[in-house]
């Protein structure tokens, strides 16, 4: 078993910046991919970054893409979402989540955290 959990948000003003960590405990992260997403009121959720267990990949949503930058230390069992220039369209609960082999679909996902929320105020 895999235990994520979330923090970090909070109530930014847009053009503001947020990092999230994610802190793992249970079963070694080391050969997982961590994504992360993100649902806001009404919508669903959706796909903001994701990164492989070595840091050797990443990819990330193109609504974030040149603004987020997701990291991990495997030997803290930390992972990260630095956010930056944020827009009030960012405004949502994130989640991060845990899977073996890389893949941008939630359903593959089989550990969540339960989530923090980030508001960004226009």
């Known amino acids: 078993q895999v235990q994520l959990v979330e923090s970090g948000g909070g109530l930014v003003q847009a053009g503001g910046s947020l990092r999230l960590s994610c802190a793992a405990s249970g079963r070694t992260l080391s050969r997982y991919v961590i994504g992360w997403f993100r649902q806001a009121p009404g919508k669903e959720r959706e796909f903001v970054a994701l990164i492989s267990w070595s840091s050797s990949s990443t990819y990330y949503a193109d609504s974030v893409k040149g603004r987020f930058s997701i990291s991990r230390d495997n030997a803290k069992s930390t992972m990260y979402l630095q956010m930056n220039s944020l827009k009030p369209e960012d405004t949502a609960v994130y989640y991060c989540?845990?899977?073996?082999?890389?893949?941008?679909?939630?359903?593959?996902?089989?550990?969540w955290g339960q989530g923090t929320q980030v508001t960004v105020s226009s």
């Open positions: 989540a845990a899977r073996m082999g890389i893949a941008t679909t939630s359903s593959g996902y089989g550990y």
